[in-house]
């Protein structure tokens, strides 16, 4: 059982350039401001869902482990 | 309609040299404009922009294999049997897909260019703006195309590359000619087809060296996608070039526009000085925004779509602007000031959606580099010429010389 993932997106930072989106279309939708939105912390593996944050232009995504409250990325 | 008062040679002198009247005055008049002349459809608003980006599925990336119209503007007859080979090339760039192909083949080369990754390649950015400006900043003067602007993509793109130091003019004179790709000149089919068959056979045996001893650049990043079945031997060449010349002329456009934005606007370029190292991020994308490297893109209609009451012809060409969403002023607020303090400044700059700019990272540490580099540097710059003239491209917003003095 993969653990589950807090991720949060700061909309302060989100530009909606849509690279989380493009990388992981189960997790992360566009809402009606497109930004993103988190739809399902647990619909991509966690190495995908950490890539998408790494890949996401403004640095506006952030993953923690839910149950430790880890920081996971940035990290 | 006040649109229909307006020419529509999208390569008029006027229009090339002051893009943001022609334009914005269609996108308050005419948002989604059919031009008879370029027999393509014209957006102009943000909201359009982002919408119809946004919905590839409707909008094809595959232009070049999908559009069979005779080039515009025309080339010369004797060129044409040139125009197989140039398609043939360009659909086989990256750009040029559509999913599931775009998915995979952007996937391969995703990880080179996270923003940590191109993070990494600060220092060798920094150091090269440093050791181009020390060169200049003895004689007071400089074309900062020539001295700046050209010479740093290039140094970073064949270190990205892998190829030694004494290749970069080479590298440099085949980037100029892929360039001709979107120009207006008839020859241009030609000048084209040097740049391609030049890349083909310099890249060729590199990509055979680095398939089979990999390392840490990008052909080798491709040369894995070749053998991972995601590219053909064929598009690891195509795709090699396309980011020669993809990150040469929008990072000097970059570099330029902006520039001369600063030299145009005292207050700002104070404003940058007062804290070189803090403000530059939010300038550069003040400048990315204010004048944009790549003014517009295109897509090929994949199906029929209704917009602004216009209908939109599955197989029509659509070509969105930048340079004029980036001023809507539903969009932006003051949206003909340069402000480097602007933020949020959702620019689209670098598109956006699935097709975003791969490079967007390094561009915006080599005009962070640049501009703190320049503020930190210079009182105060000059223009040396009343005339600047731009190259005449409907994708490209590029100044053929930017001549500037300090004391």
């Known amino acids: 059982m993969a653990r589950m993932l807090a991720i949060a997106v700061d909309r302060g930072r989100c530009m909606g350039n849509g690279q989380c989106v493009f990388l992981a279309p189960e997790v992360f939708e566009h809402d009606e401001n497109l930004q993103s939105t988190v739809v399902n912390p647990a619909g991509a593996p966690e190495d995908v869902i950490l890539k998408a944050a790494a890949f996401c232009p403004t640095g506006a995504i952030g993953v923690a482990d839910a149950e430790t409250g880890k920081e996971l990325f940035p990290g | ?407």
């Open chain 2, 1 to 407: 309609m006040a649109a229909t008062a307006l020419h529509d040679d999208l390569f008029a002198p006027d229009v090339i040299a002051d893009p943001y009247t022609y334009f914005g005055r269609l996108r308050e008049a005419d948002p989604v404009h059919w031009n008879p002349r370029g027999e393509l459809w014209v957006v102009t608003r943000y909201e359009d922009l982002v919408w119809l980006v946004r919905h590839h599925e409707l909008f094809s990336s595959a232009v070049i294999k999908n559009d069979r119209r005779a080039p515009s503007p025309p080339i010369d007859p004797a060129d044409e049997p040139l125009l197989a080979e140039v398609r043939a090339f360009r659909s086989d760039q990256l750009v040029e897909h559509d999913r599931p192909e775009h998915l995979a083949m952007r996937g391969a080369v995703h990880e080179y260019f996270t923003p940590q990754a191109m993070e990494g390649w600060r220092p060798f950015v920094r150091a090269a703006v440093n050791e181009l400006l020390d060169e200049v900043e003895p004689r007071g003067r400089m074309d900062v195309l020539e001295a700046l602007a050209a010479p740093l993509p290039v140094r970073v793109i064949t270190q990205m590359m892998g190829v030694p130091e004494e290749d970069r003019d080479h590298l440099r004179h085949l980037a100029d000619r892929l360039l001709y790709i979107n120009r207006g000149e008839p020859n241009r089919l030609r000048l084209l087809m040097e740049g391609i068959e030049g890349m083909i056979e310099y890249v060729s045996p590199r990509v055979d060296e680095r398939a089979a001893r990999p390392g840490d650049d990008f052909i080798s990043v491709l040369a894995r996608a070749e053998r991972d079945g995601v590219f053909t031997r064929h598009q690891v060449l195509v795709n090699t070039a396309l980011l020669l010349f993809a990150g040469h002329e929008t990072t000097m456009n970059l570099i330029c526009n902006g520039t001369l934005a600063f030299v145009r606007h005292p207050d700002q370029w104070e404003l940058l000085r007062a804290d070189p190292a803090g403000a530059a991020r939010l300038a550069t994308e003040e400048c990315l925004r204010y004048d944009p490297p790549v003014k517009s893109t295109q897509r090929i209609a994949a199906a029929d779509v209704e917009r602004h009451g216009k209908t939109i012809r599955k197989g029509d060409r659509i070509r969105w602007f930048m340079a004029a969403a980036n001023r809507d002023p539903r969009a932006f607020a003051d949206p003909d000031r340069f402000d480097i303090t602007r933020h949020p400044n959702p620019h689209v700059s670098f598109g956006t959606g699935i097709h975003y700019c791969l490079g967007a990272s390094l561009a915006r540490i080599e005009g962070q580099e640049v501009f703190r580099a320049l503020a930190e540097r210079f009182d105060s710059l000059r223009l040396e010429t009343e005339e600047l003239s731009y190259s005449p491209s409907i994708q490209f917003r590029s100044l053929a010389a930017l001549p500037v003095a300090w004391d």
